[in-house]
């Protein structure tokens, strides 16, 4: 059974921040009366984020996630700023992590990883399918179509939309259905071991380790090479 088509991780696979997570932390909550330095806000949110539980919720329905997500995301900043200046509380919280909600669901917080559109160009030439899997909130499909790169996608697969999150073997299903293929016509691109590895694997798809294929070359030989490649 030949590859049929690649789904990707988002996050440090097609995408990344356009700045250090403290920076718009910063910028925003200035207009909002709080002044914290911006690398104090991005160590704390380092450690929040460490320790913070999964964005998972079992047995919530589906059309319920968005808002799970979200709810999810406020706790986080919440923590982020309580823990870098305690002494520095909101007039109005919801204004501000509204309008910081927002920001990273717009192309200006993000960026295309080197090589993602030649990588992609690349692989759809070669008649490959192309998808994403990723444990990204709601906002994944309007950021991936402000980047200009959801016209290479057919299928966008993720907690909200699917109900499942990364490692389980579930979401890579899904997304394998989304295409009318099996699991075993598709490989998994992406570079963590727990989330990407273990679960694409577990999953019956093959695999596209990005730690071992990191620029820009290597990264187009790769997709174009499971074209001709049995799974």
Known sequence: MKVAALLFDVTDTLIELAED???PYAR????HGVHVPAD????????ILKNADDRVFPGLPTKAIP???????RARVRE???LAAPEAPFANFEAFFGELFAHYSRAEAWRLCPGTRPALENAHRAG????????????LPDILQALEIDQFLETTTHPASCG???PSAAIFQAAARALNLAPGQCAYVGHDPRLDLAGARAAGLSLVDMETAADEQRFSACLEGLA????
Request: glycine share 4%; proline share 2%.
């Open 21 to 23: 997570v403290g920076t």
């Open 28 to 31: 925003v909550a200035a207009r």
């Open 40 to 47: 104090a806000l991005s160590a704390s949110f380092r450690r």
């Open 67 to 73: 808002d799970a997500e979200r709810e999810w995301w």
């Open 80 to 82: 982020t700023f309580a």
């Open 128 to 139: 490959l399918r192309l998808g994403v899997v990723s444990n990204f909130d709601y906002r």
């Open 164 to 166: 499942f999150a990364k």
């Open 228 to 231: 001709k490649l049995p799974s």
